[in-house]
């Protein structure tokens, strides 16, 4: 039952370096989502995809690109990374008429 | 500026003791849900509230949708131990696609 799995849990970058969080999720869901958190700010939306092939932005997208090539999967890029980007993500789904959100454990990208 | 207030931010109590925590917002909200977050783990949904002024409980939580669908509360009984965590509220705005998460209430519950 793995649900919502996250790669990697930890990275540390180095300022303008890039790299690629991956989000796989074994539930069918449609809708898929990046959030980050931060001390005292929650979580905060990145992008979003509501089916295979489709992305939108979210609250906070600057500085993110997203993919969703394949239904089970949806990908955070970072660029050129910079100590702003310094968080906590957090990859969730949910079905197309549920609103539950199910979250994956998060992966923690320091920036040096 | 985040669309989903909370207070209070940080919340350390006596085991036993009852609790509430708010999050309030100028903006309605077609729904209105609560996560629990532990540390390492991504949040986990407790419970979702439609309806204004929706009382829904959960074994020692009582959580609360405000009558104009701006604000919800939740409260906690006897607090014990394992309710050691972030609880998060997250709105939604009219069947919308995306969820505002709140500012975060981290509660620490002292045997």
């Known amino acids: 039952n793995a649900g919502v799995t996250q790669t990697p849990k930890f990275r540390v970058l180095k300022t303008g370096q890039s790299m690629t969080l991956l989000c796989a999720q074994d539930?069918?869901?449609?809708?898929m989502y990046w959030y980050r958190q931060d001390p005292g700010m929650g979580l905060r939306l990145i992008h979003y995809?509501?089916?295979?092939?489709?992305?939108a932005k979210g609250e906070v997208p600057d500085g993110y690109n997203v993919s969703r090539l394949k239904k089970q999967n949806f990908l955070l890029g970072l660029e050129s990374a910079a100590p702003s980007q310094t968080s906590v993500y957090f990859c969730?789904?949910?079905?197309?008429?549920?609103?539950?959100?199910?979250f994956g454990e998060g992966s923690r990208l320091t920036v040096l | 500026t985040q669309l989903l207030e909370q207070s209070p931010q940080f919340l350390s109590i006596q085991e036993g003791e009852n609790l509430t925590v708010y999050c309030n917002s100028s903006s309605v909200f077609s729904s209105l849900q609560w996560y629990r977050q532990e540390p390492g783990e991504g949040p986990v949904l407790l419970v979702t509230v439609v309806t204004g002024g929706e009382v829904k409980k959960l074994k020692r939580l009582t959580f609360q949708f405000g009558d104009a669908r701006k604000d919800s509360s939740l409260h906690i009984t006897a607090a014990q131990p394992g309710d050691t965590g972030l609880y998060l509220c997250?709105?939604?705005?009219?069947?919308?696609?995306?969820?505002?998460f709140g500012t975060g209430t981290s509660l620490t519950v002292i045997p």
């Open positions: 539930m069918n869901h449609e809708y």
């Open positions: 997250a709105g939604r705005k009219n069947t919308g696609n995306q969820f505002y």
């Open positions: 995809s509501v089916g295979e092939g489709t992305t």
């Open positions: 969730a789904s949910r079905e197309y008429r549920a609103g539950e959100l199910f």
